[in-house]
């Protein structure tokens, strides 16, 4: 029994009813309080709204007599204004003076006082009701505001159920607003003037307070760097200098910051990537080293966070163009800070590609790379370049393609060129290779146990183990799962590349974006699935007859076609002569002005047409374009006749029948029809290459060691041979080497010195000796002002 006693007794589902509805209860009297208390204020504040305009329209009535007198002053003068206003009494009669003194004793309400609350009239009638006595006391005016009651939870007794209330604190709205009038005048007096300072001074201020923030930044952020896990708080108290408020040295601190803790990030920042704890790993007892570096972790990815935070804003304020309460940073200077902050995302994006938030970073870049400002557009394009290029996984590149390809679709494919065109920089091509490798040299394949037991004795399956195990350890050296994974993510990043480039193919084929298009189709077309080829072929062929594309364009088209043929193209059986015939037609469009940079492209598509394709070529189509190309090197810059003639001499060695071209004798029938736009039909075997003897004079002295060079025969031994720096290079290179883009001429011109200075005639040694005399006499005289007198003239001439 005593047991069952010391038990706390469980409440019954009946009580706990019970007190779930007194509690309902009070949360319904509070409810109905408060609307109570605030419809009693707005009554009392139309109430004195009331009073306040009846007041303002009728005067109130003067009292007759003041019972306690409390200020005498003031009613002897109104009782000389009321004799003043009233009539004589010497013109009223005595039985109305009687009467007006009777009615003033009378007037009860005009001649008591209104704070005082007892009764007027001592004689009462005794039978008066006790309603009648309440309603002839004097109101009072309530100075305190009402009390509101809190009805709180119940307390449960042995008598029962106790409810509880507490009075609501009131504010007194007069009191706080008297408090703050009598605290403004305190504050006005502290005040000091400030000082007007000189435009010298005013520099100087600046200038100091500049070199303590810049002290103080190198002081934070070597503390940082001599002691990163201990000192991580201190990136805090440098990230908050962001919000710098003198607007002196706002901006300028501001920028200073955002440089120092760009450069710390990528200095601490681990070479791998944190991730958050799980709550088995909190509450693991640890190390206190391990602790350590778990807040260090904690501390920096943090501070990252709200660093890539503020670097958004300052670029979103700087896009809004909306000024701050603040005020301190003028909305000129929002551009400086938004470049900033823009250069430094663009180093964290190229440092830090494995850390937390990268992908962060990719969504602030990508819309950026499409920016109206120029500047920030190409450094944004440049950092993503940089990515591609030193990317060697591949994952950083596929979330970049990825932001790119949906920012380009939700445009509309209305955005720059330069955008697509880093598409050109991705590390794609040499993966391919391994992969074809790995293709030719599959990996082999261990035996399982039953196969082993069939076919193995003891010892030679202890023999198999110990060599698989040693297989096994030299795969991972190898590292054979980072290829493969490689290999996926590369495969992913092309299909999208693809996927962009065929959406622009057939949506938008007017777009500025064509020419991107094009040359990355030309540099990854190889990699195309071989089921898109006939599509794509047919594609490009209709895009150079429509007639809407540059001569660029159209040689990058032709360019994309024969990359597709000369990789898995091979297998396929087309013949492109309609490309071929387009290039012929079209190479006379080169000249020495706007287009000579077209020639590059030109080489390229030649090398890939004729070199790489020389069993598909006719020998009447090789001849045809070795003349033509020796009539282009006539009217082009020297550097593209160089090209030219380095890729003649290439064709002439793969094709050694177009040695006749050396020949004036003719072969066959026909004559050469230079103006015919068909390679194949033109007679090319009729003429000569009758050009060289014409470059052999050139100007430049390469391109008449080439000329030279071609005339023999380009041999490749003997007096007439090239040089190795010349023979070794490719016509591209050739091309670059020789450029005068810069406006100097390669090789440089050499001077002539001459060896007899002394025999030189100077100026005046050409004029005859009268001829200096009478010049130094007239420049001796002096000028006088004379009549102009032209009869005597006129008389002399005619005598």
Request: with cysteine; net charge positive; hydrophobic share 35%.
């Given at each position: ?5 010391n ?45 306040a ?5 009728s ?12 200020r ?20 009223m009669?005595e ?13 009860s ?26 309603e ?13 009651l ?6 449960k ?29 305190e504050?006005e ?24 923030r810049?002290m ?21 108290e ?12 706002a ?14 990030f990528?200095?601490?920042?681990p070479?791998?990537?944190?991730r958050?704890l ?7 007892k ?8 778990r807040?260090f972790?904690e ?11 503020n670097l ?26 938004a470049?900033?902050?823009?250069k ?11 850390f ?29 370049k940089?990515?591609f ?10 979330g970049v ?7 380009v679709?939700?445009?509309n494919?209305e ?13 794609i091509?040499?993966?391919e ?8 040299n ?40 980072s290829?493969e ?7 992913e990043?092309l ?9 622009i ?24 699935n ?6 794509l ?22 360019q ?24 012929y ?15 590059e ?5 030649l ?13 009447q ?12 090197a006539?009217?082009?810059?020297p ?8 890729t ?5 060695h ?18 050469f ?16 290459l ?8 050139h ?8 000329a030279?060079h071609l ?5 490749s ?24 883009a ?28 009268e ?12 000028a ?8 005597k ?6 005598r």
């Open positions: 029994m005593k047991a069952r006693r038990k706390k007794q469980v409440p019954s589902f009946r009580k706990l009813l019970k007190t779930s509805k007194v509690k309902l209860e009070n949360k319904l009297k509070n409810k109905q309080f408060k609307q109570q208390s605030t419809l009693k204020k707005y009554r009392k504040e139309q109430r004195k709204l009331r009073q305009v009846k007041d303002a329209v005067k109130k009535p003067i009292p007759l007599e003041d019972p306690k007198e409390k005498p002053g003031k009613r002897i003068e109104r009782e000389e204004e009321e004799e003043e206003e009233a009539l004589p009494l010497d013109m009669d039985d109305d003076l009687q009467l007006m003194k009777d009615l003033g004793q009378r007037a309400f005009l001649t008591r006082d209104i704070s005082s609350s007892e009764p007027v009239h001592v004689k009462k009638r005794k039978h008066e009701s006790v309603i009648d006595k309440y002839k006391i004097p109101r009072t005016l309530q100075t305190a505001p009402e009390k509101e809190i009805h709180l939870l119940p307390i007794d042995k008598s029962g159920i106790i409810p509880q209330t507490r009075e609501k604190p009131v504010i007194d709205s007069n009191q706080d607003e008297e408090d703050q009038e009598e605290m403004e005048p504050e007096i502290i005040e000091k003037p400030i000082k007007e300072l000189t435009l010298e001074e005013h520099l100087i201020e600046r200038k100091k307070k500049l070199q303590e810049k103080h930044i190198a002081a934070l952020a070597s503390a940082i760097l001599s002691d990163p896990e201990s000192n991580i708080k201190k990136l805090k440098l990230r908050s200098m962001l919000m710098e408020q003198d607007p002196d040295v901006v300028t601190v501001r920028k200073l910051v955002i440089v120092s803790l760009m450069e710390l990528k200095d601490i920042t070479s791998y990537k944190i958050p799980t709550e088995a790993e909190k509450s693991n640890i190390r206190k080293e391990t602790q350590k570096l807040e972790e501390g920096l990815v943090s501070q990252y966070k709200f660093y890539l935070e958004e804003q300052m670029i979103k304020d700087w896009k809004q163009r909306k000024l701050k309460k603040s005020n301190v940073v003028s909305l000129k200077a929002y551009k400086g800070l470049e900033v902050a823009v430094s995302l663009c180093e964290l994006l190229v440092a830090l590609p494995h937390n938030f990268h992908n962060n970073i990719i969504v602030l870049i990508v819309p950026l790379m499409n920016d109206m400002s120029k500047s920030i557009s190409e450094m944004c394009c440049e950092a993503v940089k990515l290029k030193q990317d060697k996984l591949g994952q950083a590149s596929l393609i990825k932001v790119i390809s949906g920012f679709k939700g445009r494919y955005v720059r060129p330069e955008m697509l065109k880093t598409f050109l920089c991705l590390r091509k040499e993966v290779v391994k992969k074809d490798t790995e293709d030719i599959k990996p082999k394949k261990f035996m399982t146990f039953k196969e082993k037991r069939k076919t193995l004795s003891r010892m030679q399956r202890k023999w198999k183990k110990a060599e698989e195990k040693l297989e096994r350890e030299l795969r991972e050296a190898e590292a054979s799962e290829t994974k490689k290999l996926k993510l590369h495969t990043t299909n999208i590349v693809f996927v962009t480039y065929f959406r193919l057939k949506k938008a084929q007017r777009s500025p974006l064509l020419p991107a298009v094009l040359e990355g189709l030309a540099k990854f077309a190889h990699l195309i071989v089921e898109f080829f006939d599509d072929l047919v594609v490009l062929h209709s895009l150079i007859e429509s007639g809407d594309l540059s001569y660029q364009e159209s040689l990058h088209c032709v994309t076609a024969f990359h597709i043929l000369s990789g898995q193209g091979d297998v396929l059986n087309i013949d492109p002569m309609k490309f071929y015939t387009h290039l037609k079209t190479l006379f469009k080169l000249h020495a002005g706007a287009t000579n940079e077209g020639v492209t030109v080489l390229q598509c090398d890939v047409m004729l070199t790489k394709r020389r069993k598909q070529v006719s020998q189509r090789a001849l045809a374009f070795i003349k033509r190309l020796c009539t282009l006539l009217h082009v810059l550097n593209s006749s160089i090209g030219i003639l380095a003649n001499r290439i064709l002439m793969t094709f050694p029948k177009t040695d006749l071209l050396l020949d004036n004798e003719s072969q066959g029938s026909g004559v029809l230079p103006e015919l736009d068909e390679p194949e039909y033109c007679n090319a075997q009729n003429t000569a009758w050009e060289l003897h014409a470059l052999r004079r100007y430049h002295p390469i391109v008449q060691k080439f030279v005339i023999a025969g380009a041999p031994e003997g007096s007439e041979a090239l040089k190795p720096e010349l023979s070794r290079r490719s016509a591209a290179e050739l091309f670059e080497a020789y450029s005068m810069a406006m100097t001429f390669n090789p440089p011109v050499e001077s002539l010195n001459s060896k007899r200075k002394d025999k030189v005639l100077q100026g005046d040694s050409f004029l005859n000796e001829l200096s005399q009478l010049i130094k006499r007239h420049c001796s005289q002096v006088t002002q004379l009549p102009l007198d032209f009869t003239c006129l008389e002399t001439s005619l």
